[in-house]
């Protein structure tokens, strides 16, 4: 972890480079010659050993940088016999080096909290009893014995015992989860109060929270566009510059004044070296990447991190992104002589045996009922059994009259409900109306991106009725259904040639939508492999609200990158000709762009911080449904 400033050993040799230089300006006032150049030559060792040696060793390599330019402006001042110029040159550039590695390390600290949220070591169960081992030893299978208050290893499924979990430091979601045989539970997680056993279902090395790791390591390593146009200006302006400073030398030499115009190009070296344009994007971009790592927008590189600052149109899928993806009975409608409780108890009866997803809804709806017999699936239509004496069949209405119940059964599916028909007898007994519910928090996220000017649009492959009357609750207005793999990406991809477009998204059937997207997003940790592989950035929750969170805060990154650019170049395009014509000697040209070179980086470590307004919309209040950030 990042020790305290003073207790840093980065910035040791600046430190003794800034007293020294003091120290030496305050004998050279004094008149005190003698000390002074010693305590100024001991500035410029210490504050050149920082960049010196690696300058060196590039240059060996065949590369330019700007550690070389200021080895060389450092050079010519004592050979000019500004020793004093050239340890500030050092110190200051040296500080400017230091506190870029310290913000660097500051932003990657939300990396490293979340490895620490793996314990080191765990308890498996063994035939011969319990034994504790590394927890980075766990391998699938292996059955964890977590105590109360302890956190999980890896992820897994418990298989004895029932707790809840505080998931806060993953997903972000503040009140605990309730957890039993069969529940799938997180790495990271802490567990309540009673003892869990927990099946593993990944190594300890290599299990959700690593991956989210692993996905953060990599956008530390990767570089956006506009990095790449920060690289792109800088490369070609080193060799420039020492053109340059060669062809004022000359110029000198021609004129017959050599001495000032060596000065001159030495001063020149200086103020148009980029070392404040060289970090005007990295120290943003990792500040802001590690910013949102914390709140649970795992971005993957810089340049899904700026284009995501561009997004104009957000694509989200109905199922499992808009909705809970897990369907429930909303409604059911008897028929004359019958009950809701019998409608429901002749479904359940049959549906007890069935594995259709909407099975599990209508027998969640009437769990004491007791199975039927003679159970048949009739595919692509319902099932057909006995409940008691009476012949018993379920299934959509393409398969089972509605009769009567027809209008009824128009209403459902216009409310986007999914309608089973129970018949009794050859006898319709009924309607149930099933629906995947939207989330709790899905309208006021639409709201919360419109109010940003930012468009939205359904994409699903359900019927055109259940998308348009979902998408009116959450208030969308562009909708796209019955819309397969293929034409989800085409979808995508005609609008993202009309402007930037983030996909969002979370199922297998996502993936090339994502992969098209100018940004793809998937929606949590519990997302499918292939949609989280093909996605730019990834959520470890599942709250909605963190979409138009992070554009806000990606969007504040991007204004920064821009005014660190903007702030870089125009440091050298001033103090050039400043240079140029001596209006500015070496001692102000270094320190007015070492200055500069604080403010970028001192500007960009603001995209540390969480965009507050956008973030008002994702707090929830304790008796919300929906989930909280971190």
Excluded at 49 to 62: C, D, E, K, S, W
Excluded at 218 to 239: T, W, Y
Excluded at 258 to 266: K, M, N, Q
Excluded at 346 to 362: D, G, K, M
Aim: aromatic share 4%; proline share 5%; charged share 20%.
């Amino acid at each position: 972890m990042r020790p305290p400033w003073w207790r840093d050993a980065a910035l040791l040799p600046s430190a003794i480079a800034g007293v020294a230089l003091l120290g030496g300006y305050i004998f050279e006032w004094s008149g005190a010659e003698v000390p002074a150049l010693i305590l100024q030559w001991g500035a410029l060792l210490a504050g050149a050993y920082t960049f010196v040696p690696g300058a060196i060793r590039r240059l060996l390599r065949g590369r330019l940088g700007v550690g070389l330019l200021m080895t060389i402006a450092a050079i010519g001042a004592v050979l000019l016999g500004h020793v004093g110029e050239a340890a500030t040159l050092a110190f200051l550039f040296s500080l400017a080096e230091a506190l870029e590695d310290r913000a660097m390390d500051r932003a990657k600290e939300g990396l490293r909290a979340l490895l620490s949220l793996i314990p080191d070591s765990v308890r498996v169960s063994r035939l011969s009893g319990d034994v504790t081992i590394p927890a980075a030893d766990v391998r699938e299978l292996d059955i964890l014995v977590v105590g109360a208050g302890e956190r999980v290893a890896t992820d897994g499924v418990v298989v004895e015992g029932r707790s809840s979990l505080d998931t806060s430091a993953i997903t972000g979601e503040s009140i605990p989860v309730e957890v039993g045989p069969g529940s799938a539970v997180a790495a990271g997680s802490v567990n309540g109060s009673a003892t869990l056993r927990i099946e593993a279902t990944a190594d300890g090395r290599d299990n959700s929270l690593t991956q989210i790791v692993d996905l953060v390591e990599q956008a530390h390593a990767r570089k956006g566009e506009r990095a790449r146009l920060a690289d792109r200006i800088a490369r070609p302006l080193v060799p420039a510059v020492l053109i340059v400073a060669a062809l004022i030398v000359a110029f000198g030499f021609l004129v017959g004044d050599p001495g000032l115009w060596i000065e001159r190009a030495l001063v020149v070296l200086v103020a148009a070296s980029p070392c404040a344009l060289a970090i005007a994007v990295p120290v943003t971009v990792i500040s802001a990447i590690g910013s949102a790592s914390k709140y649970g927008v795992v971005i993957k590189s810089g340049e899904a991190f700026e284009q995501f600052g561009t997004i104009r149109t957000v694509a989200l899928d109905k199922t499992g992104t808009l909705t809970r993806n897990e369907p429930e009975v909303v409604e059911v409608t008897a028929a004359p002589g019958r009950s809701r409780a019998d409608v429901l108890a002749l479904a359940a009866a049959l549906e007890s045996s069935s594995t259709h997803p909407l099975a599990a809804a209508i027998t969640a709806a009437s769990p004491s009922t007791a199975p039927g017999r003679d159970v048949a699936e009739e595919p692509g239509h319902g099932i057909t059994g006995r409940v008691g004496a009476t012949a018993v069949r379920v299934g959509n209405v393409r398969w089972l009259n509605p009769g009567a119940l027809q209008a009824r059964a128009d209403e459902m599916a216009e409310a986007g409900m999914t309608t089973v028909v129970v018949e009794a007898d050859g006898h319709i007994a009924g309607l149930i109306g099933v629906r995947d519910e939207l989330r709790p928090e899905a309208a006021e996220t639409i709201r919360l991106l419109n109010a940003q000017g930012i468009d939205t649009v359904m994409l699903t492959g359900d019927s055109e009725r259940a998308a348009r009357a979902l998408a009116a609750q959450a208030g969308i207005t562009h909708v796209r259904a019955e819309q397969l793999p293929k034409d989800k990406a085409d979808a995508i991809a005609a609008l993202v040639a009309e402007g930037p477009v983030a996909m969002v998204g979370d199922g297998i059937n996502d993936a090339p939508a994502l992969a098209t997207a100018t940004t793809g997003i998937a929606m949590g940790v519990k997302g499918s492999a292939a949609a989280v592989e093909s996605a730019d950035i990834a959520f470890t929750g599942n709250d909605l609200r963190l979409i138009p969170a992070a554009i806000a805060h990606a969007r504040r990154g991007r204004r920064i990158m821009t005014a660190n650019i903007g702030l870089a170049l125009a440091i050298i395009i001033v103090l050039f000709p400043l240079a140029l014509f001596g209006v500015l000697g070496l001692a102000g040209v270094v320190l007015v762009h070492e200055i500069a070179e604080l403010v970028v980086i001192v500007n960009g470590v603001r995209a540390t911080r969480r965009p507050r307004s956008a973030l008002i919309g994702a707090m929830r209040d304790e008796s919300a449904p929906a989930n909280t950030l971190a």
